[in-house]
């Protein structure tokens, strides 16, 4: 079952997403050389808790860290740690946020330094096809249309669609109904209806969309070594069209 929430559960959620954006605002400045991924966890930690929120990562399933730090062909749930990040990395950074009990989630890929002409077109490429997405999320569309937006953009551009991994709705809850994959055909899948929230992220390979879990349990890589980006926002159906309730590009 999809939940829809009320105008005034969507404000719960959006203050919480507000917290998120701040959070991603603060840890996209600290992306540099030489920082580690465990100080920006920590800094994230730091940062939501002193606005009254928990990282809704932390303990999730047993994960470790209050962020996902994810690097170059690893493309989400990276273990924050002592790797150092390097001029010429990206890194996706994946965060969770609870206030008041709703959850804001959202993850944005961050260049460390100049990046090489094909990573920099991937960062690109994947962050439109989440615009090209959110765009889909108005009353009366179905969920294949958000699905589909993102595949027709990501393949365009040359670049392989992640299949074994998709967006999900989000609330009072980090993982919801439906699952949204990120691709497939338009016109399928439930009709989407004022109220509904979903978490909307595009994973992307420079190479083939074959994936590998690591022997840590969390950490998925690309199968073939290549670059991979992941960009999300938490978004919400509204009658007046979507609502980007995790704005971290604007924050």
């Not at 890194?91 to 990046?115: E, K």
């Not at 077109?121 to 294949?144: F, Y």
Request: glycine share 12%; with cysteine; hydrophobic share 40%.
């Amino acid at each position: 079952m999809i939940i829809r929430k009320t105008d005034e559960q969507l404000d719960q959620m959006a203050a919480a997403g507000a917290v998120h954006a701040r959070c991603m605002k603060m840890l996209t400045a600290k992306v540099r050389p030489g920082v580690t991924t465990a100080e920006l966890d920590r800094a994230a930690e730091k940062f939501i808790r002193s606005q009254g929120g928990v990282p809704t990562f932390k303990g999730f399933r047993g994960f470790p860290g209050s962020i996902c730090a994810s690097p170059n062909s690893m493309v989400v749930h990276g273990i924050p740690g002592p790797r150092k990040l390097e001029k010429g990395d990206i890194l996706s950074l994946d965060i969770g946020v609870t206030l008041d009990g709703w959850v804001a989630d959202g993850a944005s890929t961050i260049p460390v330094g100049p990046i090489d002409e094909t990573t920099e077109r991937l960062l690109e490429v994947t962050k439109r096809s989440l615009d090209d997405a959110v765009a889909q999320v108005v009353p009366g569309n179905r969920i294949g249309d958000i699905s589909h937006a993102v595949q027709t953009t990501v393949e365009a551009a040359g670049f392989s669609i992640i299949r074994s991994l998709v967006g999900h709705g989000v609330g009072q809850n980090m993982h919801e109904e439906p699952q949204i994959p990120n691709y497939g055909p338009p016109g399928r899948g439930p009709e989407i209806e004022a109220g509904m929230t979903f978490a909307i992220e595009p994973m992307v390979n420079v190479g083939g969309p074959e994936i590998y879990m690591d022997d840590d349990g969390w950490s998925v890589f690309s199968q073939d070594g290549s670059m991979a980006a992941h960009f999300e926002y938490s978004v919400a159906a509204t009658e007046d069209g979507p609502r980007i309730l995790t704005p971290w590009d604007s924050a």
